[in-house]
């Protein structure tokens, strides 16, 4: 019985409680392979509720009561959970000023595998009825790529926007990432114009797994997210996919099909970035 790899799709609400009560709900219908990977979608726990309740909201790194529901999950369930994104207070000269939107990756004991913060914030004007974003007035950006290890393959972290640079994903694959999670919450526009094309070309470049949990619909400040949450193995192929609604999407991961196609087209190896960068 192969791992099992499962993205799940929200349309997430202001309060974390109805979102993790979502989660809770959403997990009686994950298959019943294990080992799994289970991958929740950006902004998960709190989505239109504004930047300046996302801050107070915020919780201390490890500690705190989405965090503790997170790991409490993924025990039950004996998942690998990848807790999409949560607000955790700032540190530095931005502690109390913009908060971190920290990806958490829990392993089936419960414990804390790791945690990444989003790199790349969405600073960019799109046609849409928000106009403007300006995720770095309220955000604090992450400066570290982060892979974990979850049992039967490594695992890189990255969240939504980070998929416009492809950079990010090389330095992951060097790193070991035999899968990439990517959490996100893309607009309508942006999604209809580029989310497959973007995911795809991911997977294809760095011949990886990519798990894309989307959030989708329209959200209590207004915004309309794209959905579309998908699974895309090493050749670059969709082998599931969640247009729209709520709900929950599984594939099987062959670690050995990456392995053959890392072989027959060994693309890392063959790279001449050195020769293109000379003048």
Known sequence: ???????????????????????????????????????????????????????AMAEPDGQGPVQERLAAIA??????????????????????????????????????????????????DVADNTKQYRESKWTQPGNSIVTIDCGFAVVGLAVCYDVRFPELFKALRQAGAEIIVLPSAFTQVTGRA???????????????YMVAPGQVGEHENGRRTYGHSIIVNAWG???????????VISA?????????????????????IDVSLKK
């Open 237 to 247: 192929e969709i082998i599931a996919e969640q247009a729209d609604g709520e709900g």
């Open 1 to 55: 019985m192969h791992p099992v790899l499962t993205a799940i799709q929200l349309t997430s609400l202001k309060t974390p409680e109805q979102n993790l009560a979502k989660v809770e709900a959403l997990a009686a219908d994950l298959p019943k392979n294990r080992p799994q990977l289970v991958v929740l979608p950006e902004a998960f726990s709190c989505f239109g509720a504004g930047d300046k309740a996302q801050l």
């Open 252 to 272: 099987d991961y062959n670690g050995d099909a990456v392995t053959q196609i890392r072989q027959q087209m060994p693309v890392a190896e063959q790279s001449r």
């Open 75 to 124: 025990k039950k369930h004996q998942i690998t959970l990848i807790a999409g994104t949560i607000p955790l207070q700032g540190s530095g000269a931005d502690e109390g000023k913009r908060f971190a939107a920290a990806c958490l990756a829990y392993g089936p004991d419960g414990e804390r595998l790791g945690r990444y913060d989003k790199i790349h914030l969405f600073d960019v």
């Open 194 to 208: 580029h989310w497959h094309t973007l995911v795809r070309s991911r997977a294809i470049e760095q011949q990886v």
